[in-house]
């Protein structure tokens, strides 16, 4: 009998894009496998950008998995489309059974200036990030919510709220999986279902595409390694974390929640004007007193009476 506190034993998890290595996902598979969970490792084995192939993909990361005793199978099919998403989820069900954990992790990266980059690379980067969660969430929710249980972690990234040259795309749909998650953790509360948003750092095979050499060894001389991340994921998918609606920072270690606040309204004026407003936005824009929205799982679901007298369409 195991003495570790946290255990994942009869628990079945999806983790997307974990097939590299170095990189966020194994590392996640590994911690979860390494508890008790079983585990399809999901990858298409492409390189950053979203081309060619890289690496051993998914089966080397389930054979260390096996190797160390747990349970995996590798999947490979794409996030990015409504019906490969759900052969996803047919795998870890038609495995196991089950279903309990999704960690959606898959990501790809295309640099480019906004002028620049192409309307194939903005669909695929589209795709994989926002799409690609919708599609995971949406063919898992079914199950979760028929067991009444359920962990979604969704990754975002820090360049959503900050934004980041080369990365317009990206960033757009990343703080996309913002407003997923919070909404799907407002819907999941009467289903049992968590859900929260990871932003993580950490060297891997991707980071390593985008900075210099001197840069990724200073990572790695840092802590700023995926092991160092996972203990985040995998516990945003335990049973016993009760957050919802969280958006959750976590790089060598360390770990801070981002949330999104407002600022002290201005004093309501029915006959506001034009010419008034540069004197309004210098007070709407005063941070003191500002005040965190609410997240997600904050939300009473039942409250949400436009729903049952919205039109409905096929």
């Known amino acids: 009998m195991s003495t570790e506190k946290f255990r994942f034993d009869g628990r079945v998890a999806i983790v997307t894009g974990a097939g590299t290595n170095p990189g966020l996902g194994r590392s996640y598979a590994l911690l979860l496998a390494s508890r008790g ?10 390189g950053p950008d979203g081309r060619g192939q890289i690496g051993p ?9 096996r190797s160390a005793g747990g349970e995996a199978v590798a999947d490979g099919h794409s996030v990015a489309e409504r019906d490969s998403a759900r052969a996803i989820v047919d795998t870890a069900v038609e495995t196991w059974g089950r279903l309990d954990i999704v960690i959606n992790n898959a990501g790809i990266a295309p640099f480019a200036m906004f002028d620049e980059i192409t309307d194939q690379d903005i669909e695929r980067v589209v795709g994989v990030h926002l ?7 949406r063919a898992a929710w079914p199950h979760m919510a028929a067991q ?22 990206y960033s757009a749909a990343k703080l996309g999986v913002i407003g997923l998650t919070r909404s799907l953790a407002s819907e999941g509360a009467k289903h049992g279902i968590k859900a929260n948003a990871l932003s ?3 060297d891997t095979v991707a980071l390593r595409t985008m900075l210099k050499q001197e840069f990724s060894e200073r990572n790695q001389a840092a802590g700023l390694v995926p092991e160092t991340v996972a203990p985040v994921a ?9 957050i919802s609606g969280k958006i959750i920072n976590a790089a060598g270690g360390a770990v801070s929640e981002a949330y999104i606040s407002q600022t002290a309204e201005t ?9 008034a407003m540069p004197t309004v936005m210098e007070q709407a824009l005063d941070r003191t007193g500002s005040a965190p929205y609410a997240d997600g799982g904050d939300f009473i679901y039942d409250a949400v009476k436009p729903y049952e007298t919205a039109p409905r369409t096929a």
């Open 267 to 275: 004093q309501p004026d029915p006959d506001l004007t034009l010419e």
């Open 234 to 242: 995998t516990w945003l998918a335990h049973e016993e974390c009760t």
């Open 148 to 169: 009444n249980y359920g962990r979604l972690v969704n990754v975002t990234s820090g360049v959503a709220l900050m934004g980041m040259p080369t990365q317009s795309i």
């Open 37 to 46: 969970a079983k585990v399809v490792v999901n990858d298409l084995g492409v």
């Open 131 to 137: 799409m690609g969660h919708i599609w995971m969430c």
């Open 200 to 202: 993580p750092f950490a």
């Open 57 to 65: 993909g998914a089966q080397a990361v389930v054979e260390e998995i």
